[in-house]
């Protein structure tokens, strides 16, 4: 992706929030039959999410790590996964704390 680890976190953020929000509004348009299909759907969107989410916060420092800058690929990894942690941290604030 980049080498900040503040857009790296908050580009995995905002990618789960428009997932998350797909599904959650689009149960209003769903049809209510079970279907064989959903299973498949829900593993397919995993599968995605994983390679999205590898994608993030392991491309940058792969490249780093190949041109031998080994410090500074852990570096931007943990960084960016801190940066994550941090905003995973709030909106479980948010979700316990009965705001919204």
């Known amino acids: 992706m980049s080498k900040n680890p503040i857009l790296n976190a908050l580009t995995a953020t ?3 929030t428009l997932v998350s929000s797909i ?6 348009f769903a049809p ?3 279907s064989f299909l959903a299973p498949i759907a829900m593993l397919s969107l995993f599968t995605l999410s994983a390679a999205v ?5 392991c491309y940058q420092p792969l490249l780093l ?18 940066i ?17």
């Open 14 to 16: 905002a990618y789960i």
């Open 53 to 57: 989410m590898g994608y993030l916060f």
């Open 32 to 34: 209510k039959n079970d």
């Open 65 to 82: 790590l190949f041109a031998k800058k080994q410090k500074a690929a852990l570096n931007l990894f943990l960084q960016t996964l801190a």
């Open 23 to 28: 599904m959650y509004y689009g149960t209003q």
């Open 84 to 100: 994550f942690a941090v905003t995973t941290i709030l909106f479980l604030l948010l979700l316990f704390s009965g705001l919204i």
